[in-house]
């Protein structure tokens, strides 16, 4: 969907009581140790479905001819919840999308398309407006320090930016670079890219805090409790990467939904405009139900169903 931190414990109380605690942390949830991971068909596992490839080679996937293969990849233990249980909840929502018998995802260790839980302040707010704490001073204080965070990684950014373009011009006013310079500039190039990318994902956390001072005394709520956002690149048909980040849920419930409504992305799904439908903008109902005539007009875009 393309829709902090302080001393711990912050979920739980400290001590040896953390993990036992950590299992009602996420309302709904069911208990960790009752869970079991997925058998693995490992005769058809393909853990080089996204890989790193030349321009112009065929990779991937293309359309819905085979399930899409996904890994558990980072899980912060702030969310409260443990791999087997963020694994079921995975799949709850991927089943959301099987139809006539038909899976469109399978669970693989291997896989390079990762589904990630970041803890960030989005998270952390939820968590502790249901516990009525963290004083909004503080909150404001978070705020100030990411925007100064947020300022020097910009300054640096444009500093290092107009050296690379003054390289460049310095090159090209030659006849061009030679081919080991030229991938080193490509690799700056890159790696500036990087930066200012980690500098504008700071906007969404201090955006989140400033909802949440903004909201203080009016009784409202800093989101719906359901964030997250899938990265997808394609080449024609071709699915050529995929990465879920999650980053905010309040229950169990929402965290199926989300899931559900992230993976109908990674499928190539578009939002719709009903607000019962999985895929509506703002990652529609509480709960998960059978798809909406909207979600199936998607399903039947994109993959024939």
């Known amino acids: 969907m393309v829709r902090y931190c302080i001393a ?5 109380a400290c001590g040896s009581a953390n993990d036992k605690q950590r299992q009602s942390t996420i309302a709904g ?6 869970l079991v991971e997925p058998n693995l068909d490992r005769p058809i596992l393909r853990p080089d479905r996204f890989r790193s490839v030349k321009p112009g080679e065929p ?15 980072r899980l912060d233990k702030r969310f409260g919840l443990g791999r087997k249980q963020v694994i079921h909840a995975i799949i709850t929502g991927a089943n959301y999308w099987s139809t006539g018998g038909r899976r469109l995802f399978r669970y693989s260790p291997q896989s390079r398309f990762t589904i990630n839980f970041t803890f960030d302040e989005r998270q952390e707010m939820l968590i502790k407006r249901r516990g009525k704490r963290d004083p909004v001073a503080q909150v404001r204080r978070r705020r100030d ?24 011009a310095d090159w090209n006013s030659k006849g061009g670079a030679p081919a080991a310079e ?4 490509r690799r700056q190039k890159q790696r500036l890219k990087h930066e200012l990318g980690a500098a504008n994902d700071l906007v969404h956390r201090i955006n989140a805090l400033g909802s949440d001072i903004n ?8 989101h719906q409790g359901k964030i997250g956002n899938t990265h997808r ?22 965290l199926t939904v989300l899931m559900a409504h992230e993976l109908g992305h990674a499928l190539g799904l578009r939002h719709v ?6 895929m509506y903008t703002d990652v529609g109902p509480d709960t998960l139900r059978d798809p909406s005539v909207e979600d199936r007009r998607e399903l039947r875009r994109r993959c024939g169903l």
């Open 8 to 12: 711990f414990c912050l979920l739980t």
């Open 215 to 222: 909201t203080r005394g009016r009784g409202g709520v800093v």
């Open 233 to 254: 690149r394609t080449r024609g048909r071709l699915t050529t990467h995929l990465r879920i980040d999650i980053y905010a849920f309040s229950s169990w419930y929402h």
């Open 29 to 34: 949830a069911p208990a960790e140790a009752r």
């Open 182 to 185: 030229l991938k080193r500039l």
């Open 59 to 73: 990779l991937a996937v293309q359309g819905c001819d085979v399930p899409l293969e996904w890994s558990l990849g």
């Open 145 to 168: 320090a990411l925007r100064k965070q947020r300022k020097r990684m910009l300054v640096r950014y444009r500093r290092r930016a107009q050296a690379y373009e003054a390289e460049v």
């Open 273 to 278: 405009a009903n607000p019962t439908a999985l």
